[in-house]
């Protein structure tokens, strides 16, 4: 019995519900979201308290607050994309993934840029941030001690949640989950930092904490424009790809190889766009000389192609005399005339 008989005939586009790993998958990234900000609140809250007049401190306090968009941005969207297409959203909801990473991005970029010039501007001033002593429980500490005792215990969290939200963006094919993930290492970076730029001031460098402070603005800008530049790619509709690079999705060349196997298909040619956590797809076959697919065959590959992977949520099938340039061209087309 072939894939696309097993499954039920649908007659809708789109579709909300995961396989079973998938949504394990997601109770557990939305877990880890909320653990991800009850973190924040807490460390947020501690730096504040130590703050002081260093400048790598408020880099890393401004980085710590930045963390706060991209697990918010998931969230939000969670709750979006589990909407069904309706006539106003054809497509579904699923783009609210994209905004939410654009939207992150941005902040990111923004917050990075102002730090920069700020950091560069105590380096050229020759600022030196004095950092003074406090009572504590009738003792008194240099307040660097507290500086870097605080975002030491930053570090540890961090890396552990960078390490199950990584795996677990890509399982779900989610990039905001994956920005927070990459977020989450600027955080344990940002802190190594400020114990660096603390620790200088405590030996006498005062440039130290400013060079600091723009390391830490560096690497804010750094996430701030890749994670601009892939959401912004994606929102334009460039080919699909892989969570974390630029290598195109394989789902693609699965589909059409695939299509290929079909015995009334000469050439199949795909455009893959991501929606978000899913795919649109549109196929284009040639069919062989004097086999036009009747409706029933067009409805199988579709739903062959859907079986192929949990991702390719949306599909369009479309006969064509010869493939468009874009997924073929002129050259395939001639080598499928050959092999008619």
Request: net charge neutral.
């Given at each position: 019995?072939?894939?696309a008989a097993?499954?039920?005939k649908?007659r809708?586009?789109?579709?909300?519900?995961?396989?079973d790993r998938q949504a394990?998958?997601?109770?557990?990234?939305i877990?880890f979201?909320w653990?991800t900000?009850?973190f924040?609140?807490?460390?947020?809250?501690?730096?504040?308290?130590?703050?002081?007049?260093?400048q790598?401190?408020?880099?890393?306090?401004?980085?710590?607050?930045?963390?706060?968009?991209?697990?918010?941005?998931?969230?939000l969207?969670?709750?979006l994309?589990n909407k069904?297409p309706?006539r106003?959203?054809?497509y579904?909801?699923?783009?609210?993934?994209?905004?939410?990473?654009?939207v992150?991005?941005?902040?990111?970029?923004?917050m990075?840029?102002f730090l920069?010039?700020?950091?560069?501007?105590g380096l050229?001033?020759?600022e030196?941030?004095?950092?003074?002593?406090?009572?504590l429980?009738?003792q008194t500490?240099w307040?660097?001690w507290?500086?870097?005792g605080?975002m030491?215990?930053?570090?540890?969290?961090?890396i552990?949640?960078?390490r199950?939200k990584?795996?677990?963006?890509?399982?779900l094919?989610?990039?905001?989950?994956?920005?927070?993930?990459?977020m989450?290492?600027?955080?344990?970076?940002t802190?190594?930092?400020?114990i660096?730029?603390v620790?200088?001031?405590?030996l006498g460098?005062?440039?130290?904490?400013a060079?600091?402070?723009?390391?830490?603005?560096?690497?804010?800008?750094?996430?701030?424009?890749?994670?601009m530049?892939a959401?912004?790619?994606?929102?334009?509709?460039?080919r699909?790809?892989?969570?974390?690079d630029d290598d195109?999705?394989?789902?693609a060349a699965r589909?059409?190889?695939?299509?290929?196997t079909?015995p009334?298909?000469?050439e199949?040619?795909?455009?893959v766009r991501?929606q978000?956590?899913?795919?649109?797809?549109?196929?284009?076959?040639?069919?062989?000389?004097?086999?036009?697919p009747?409706?029933?065959?067009?409805?199988?590959?579709?739903?062959?192609c859907?079986?192929?992977?949990?991702?390719?949520?949306?599909?369009v099938l479309?006969?064509?005399?010869?493939?468009?340039?874009?997924?073929?061209?002129p050259?395939?087309?001639?080598?499928?005339?050959r092999?008619?």
């Amino acid at each position: 019995m072939s894939p696309a008989a097993k499954r039920p005939k649908r007659r809708s586009f789109g579709r909300t519900e995961l396989p079973d790993r998938q949504a394990s998958a997601l109770r557990k990234a939305i877990r880890f979201e909320w653990y991800t900000l009850a973190f924040l609140a807490v460390a947020i809250t501690l730096v504040y308290l130590v703050l002081g007049s260093s400048q790598a401190m408020k880099a890393a306090w401004i980085e710590d607050l930045l963390s706060l968009a991209p697990p918010v941005a998931f969230l939000l969207a969670v709750r979006l994309v589990n909407k069904r297409p309706n006539r106003r959203y054809p497509y579904g909801y699923h783009r609210s993934v994209g905004v939410g990473h654009l939207v992150a991005g941005v902040a990111l970029f923004a917050m990075g840029a102002f730090l920069i010039v700020d950091s560069a501007s105590g380096l050229i001033s020759a600022e030196h941030p004095p950092i003074g002593s406090v009572a504590l429980f009738g003792q008194t500490i240099w307040l660097g001690w507290l500086m870097m005792g605080v975002m030491a215990l930053t570090i540890p969290l961090p890396i552990y949640f960078g390490r199950v939200k990584m795996r677990l963006a890509k399982e779900l094919h989610d990039k905001v989950l994956y920005a927070d993930a990459d977020m989450n290492k600027a955080d344990w970076m940002t802190a190594v930092g400020s114990i660096v730029g603390v620790g200088g001031i405590g030996l006498g460098f005062w440039w130290a904490d400013a060079a600091a402070a723009l390391f830490i603005a560096a690497s804010i800008v750094s996430d701030g424009f890749k994670n601009m530049k892939a959401a912004i790619t994606d929102l334009v509709d460039s080919r699909a790809t892989v969570v974390g690079d630029d290598d195109p999705h394989p789902d693609a060349a699965r589909i059409d190889e695939y299509l290929r196997t079909l015995p009334w298909v000469a050439e199949a040619g795909s455009r893959v766009r991501d929606q978000g956590h899913v795919f649109h797809v549109e196929a284009f076959v040639v069919p062989r000389r004097g086999k036009v697919p009747s409706l029933e065959k067009l409805m199988e590959a579709r739903d062959g192609c859907i079986e192929l992977d949990w991702k390719v949520e949306d599909i369009v099938l479309v006969p064509i005399d010869e493939l468009p340039e874009e997924v073929g061209g002129p050259d395939r087309n001639r080598q499928s005339e050959r092999n008619r």
